[in-house]
Structure formats: structure tokens, C-alpha cells
């Protein structure tokens, strides 16, 4: 297995993709003992993890043998240059799929093209951004498969991006309003490392979002053929204690994900257009949770939606029902 980021970009081989992951791993906690590699490993990579205090052990060329020697010194993280490369936390033997989701995890930290070189947190910083973004950004994140700079709302943040997010949500707070929504903000943010667009709704409408949430995700069935498509079947429960029921048996659509965003599409009269589709790990193990964020665009306005869930299409559901709660909200709002 070898790694392309772009057509015209260079290759990444396993000796790189090992130095990553390895480099994370350790970082994480989850690299036991150290690395094995073979006799055909670059140099470079055993000069790389001597400096980073990684122990490096050679095996002869081939997965059989690079296995034996991580049972024998019970490491979990081994492979070739070739990019045939095994996870021992999560399989016996190489599997490129695994080691692709892993890899990119990695790189998301990587300076310049990593997802983070386009995510800001300290207030000074923010402020700048808005002010002019070249002052912290040397390229246009969008140069490099990024749809947008983010702005970590957090307790460094201060007024400028705040109110730049209340704006963003599609909401305008009177002058009177300002200070102490702000205030209520630096008191959550010392409370949560992270500030998402419902705690700044909750903030600006100040209310429980879960008791002001038109609609309610009961149940949700999905069933997904290469021969015939993907169907849905959707439960959901509306502020009058309704429970909707439909499905998409009739009309199978592409995935289940479009499937699913159809059908409530259909029970809410709400037609969305989808701009950004985002999946994150938020734990490891076999019932992780996995972390769905949404983009769409509707009456020329932005709106993102996040879900969580061990099953990653109710975790889309999740976030696409948030994103048409906040919808009526802010109509309700104005």
C-alpha cells in the first residue's frame, strides 16, 4: 500500500506512513514497545525513531515475518516499506483500509495540510483572522481540500469571534444583549473544552435546546444492496408527541445515508442542500462512537448539525435533524 494525497503529489511509502503512525501512537499511549520493521526499512527511519525514543527492530521482508517478531517482543505496530504494514491493536495481519483511516488521523496533525493547521483557538488569533486571515494562513485552506478555516470556540476565544458565530448561526443580539450572552459564554467555555453551535444557540435564545427541538429521532432502520441501492425506514417525533413513520421502500436511493436524509427531508418539508459531509472517531474499540458534522445551505444561509452515535448513519441523522431544529429555531427567533 502506498499513500497519494494528490494526482501530482509525491508518493508516501510505508517507512513514511509507519513514522506517522508510529509518531501518533505514542503520542496516544497506544504504541506498546516500539516498531518492527524489516532489512529493507530506510535508514532514515531507524535514525527517526532513535531521536524520538521509539525502539526499532528488523525482521527479514515479508508480513509473516514481521508478525513473528512483534508477538515475539509483543509490540503492535510493524511493516515494510512496500506499505504492507500491521495494526496489532486492531488486526493480525495488514489491511490497507485500516491502516488508510489511521494514517489519516495522522496527517489531520500535520503542519500545512493537516486540518488543524486551519483551526484556531487562541483569542489573539481569532481576532486576527477575522481582521485579516493571511496574517495566520499562508495559503487558502479550500488550496487544500479544506472547505473553511475554523474557529475553535473555547475559553481563549474572545468577543470578536464570539459574535462572529452568533452571526454566522443567523442570529443578531441587540447591544444591551452582548455583554452578558457573553458572559454566560466564558462560563460554559470554563466548563467544556469545546463550544459547539447548540451551546451558542442555547446561550442566545437562553433555553434548553433538547426541550426546544421540534423534532426527535425515535427509531431508524437501514438496509443497503450493490444491486438495488439503500432504503430507510425513519421514526420520528415532533413537539406534539406525533411519532412520524415513513420509509423509502418504493424509490431506493444511491446510499443509506441519502436515503436516510431524504426521508426526513420528506416528514419535515425542509429540502437542504448538502455542502459538507464529515466523519470523526471520538473513542477507539469495537462500539467507538463516531462523530457526524453536516453543512448545508438553505434560504442562503450556512447551518452545521453534529451527531454522535456508535452507528455512524444515526449519527448522520443525528446531525441533519439538528441542523432543521436550529432552522426553526432561529424562524421562530425572528
Do not use: C
Request: no cysteine; glycine share 8%.
Amino acid at each position: 500500500m502506498s499513500l497519494s494525497k494528490w494526482e501530482n503529489s509525491n508518493i508516501i511509502d510505508g517507512d513514511q506512513i509507519i513514522a506517522a503512525l508510529a509518531n501518533r501512537w505514542k503520542i496516544k499511549k497506544m504504541l506498546k514497545g516500539g516498531v518492527i520493521g524489516t532489512l529493507m526499512s530506510n535508514y532514515g527511519l531507524e535514525k527517526y525513531f532513535k531521536s524520538n525514543g521509539i525502539k526499532f527492530i528488523r525482521a527479514k521482508v515479508g508480513d509473516r515475518y514481521v508478525k513473528e517478531k512483534m508477538q515475539k517482543h509483543k509490540f503492535n505496530l510493524g511493516g515494510e516499506q512496500s506499505g504492507h504494514i500491521i495494526l496489532g491493536k486492531f488486526a493480525t495481519t495488514g489491511d490497507g483500509l485500516l491502516v488508510a483511516l489511521e494514517a489519516l488521523f495522522a496527517l489531520r496533525n500535520k503542519a500545512i495540510v493537516g486540518d488543524n493547521a486551519f483551526a484556531h483557538e487562541a483569542g489573539i488569533h481569532q481576532h486576527g483572522m477575522l481582521r485579516d486571515s493571511s496574517t495566520y494562513e499562508i495559503m487558502k485552506p479550500q488550496d487544500v481540500g479544506i472547505a473553511r478555516s475554523n474557529l475553535v470556540l473555547g475559553k481563549h476565544s474572545g468577543r470578536h469571534a464570539f459574535l462572529d458565530r452568533i452571526n454566522e448561526l443567523g442570529f443578531a443580539l441587540e447591544k444591551d444583549e452582548i455583554d452578558p450572552a457573553f458572559q454566560e459564554f466564558k462560563k460554559l467555555a470554563d466548563r467544556k473544552k469545546e463550544i459547539f453551535d447548540t451551546d451558542i444557540e442555547a446561550i442566545v435564545l437562553n433555553a434548553d435546546i433538547a426541550n426546544t427541538s421540534r423534532w426527535a429521532l425515535m427509531d431508524l432502520e437501514t438496509t443497503s444492496g450493490s444491486s438495488w441501492g439503500s432504503t430507510a425506514s425513519l421514526k420520528l417525533k415532533d413537539s406534539d408527541e406525533e411519532i412520524i413513520e415513513r420509509d423509502n421502500n418504493t424509490s431506493p436511493a444511491s446510499g443509506p445515508i441519502e436515503a436516510v436524509f431524504n426521508i426526513i427531508s420528506d416528514i419535515t418539508g425542509y429540502k437542504l442542500e448538502l455542502t459538507n459531509f464529515e466523519i470523526h472517531s471520538v473513542s477507539v474499540g469495537d462500539d467507538a462512537q463516531g462523530e457526524v458534522t453536516v453543512t448545508v445551505s438553505y434560504d442562503g444561509q450556512n447551518y452545521r448539525g453534529h451527531g454522535i452515535s456508535t452507528d455512524i448513519i444515526e449519527s448522520g441523522a443525528l446531525a441533519y435533524l439538528e441542523v432543521i431544529n436550529r432552522i426553526e429555531r432561529n424562524q421562530a427567533k425572528h
